[in-house]
């Protein structure tokens, strides 16, 4: 019996502590540790809790209850989630708005999971995490993806402006140069078919200046087809 004693004394020894070890650990965690009963009541919170919840050690006399540290338009939420985590449901997590004690707001991640012991439900045990920074810098991103838009919008509307404007050219441009060569090949034609008795030399200028006149023409077809090309691919 004295054997049996001392086994049971040392037994009792490691498990305090571990417990010990488990409880100084969670205490210097950097996120916020937390215990409440199957009614919701807080029965256990590390320094980070709370110093993030700005609830005071001896408040867990009064009964303070999870749910008083949710906005109230998400409470009715939050206890639908808590009941089906006694339930056994597994979560990735819940994203809410923390109420602190001096009334002021904080966009919080929680992450929770049943507690039970000797095989029985005494309750859920969670982490709570500030995700002020995360919600700051998705605010930044969407701002900048905005800002990118709206870029991307006026950049468009001078695009197509652009194209516009150079559309109106190209036909114009287009225009002022064909009624000249036609002058030009008219005029040569003319002359060949009015000369009879022209130099054979003159009749291959001439010929030189009408074909001329053809390619240049045909250039300006295949500039203004290829200006249409780009302003369709913009």
Known sequence: ???????????????????????????????GIFEADPDGRVT????????????????????ISI?????????EFARERFMRILQGEKTS?????????????????VYTSTNTRGGQLIGIYGIIIDITPLKRIETELKELNNELERRVDDRTRQLMEVNKNLESFTYAASHDLRAPLRAISGFSSILLMDLKDIPEKDRKFLDLIRQNAHDMGRMIDDLLNLSRLRIRSV
Request: glycine share 8%.
């Open 67 to 75: 749910f008083d540290m949710v906005v109230p338009e998400e409470r």
């Open 93 to 109: 997590g819940t994203e809410i708005t923390g109420l602190r004690n001096d009334g002021s707001t904080f966009p919080a991640m």
């Open 44 to 63: 256990y919170a590390n320094p980070v809790a709370f110093q993030l919840t700005g609830i005071a050690p001896e408040h867990l006399d009064s009964g």
């Open 1 to 31: 019996i004295t054997k049996m004693v001392g086994t049971l004394k040392e037994q009792i020894t490691q498990c305090e502590l571990s417990e010990k070890r488990f409880i100084d650990l969670v205490q210097l965690l950097p996120q």
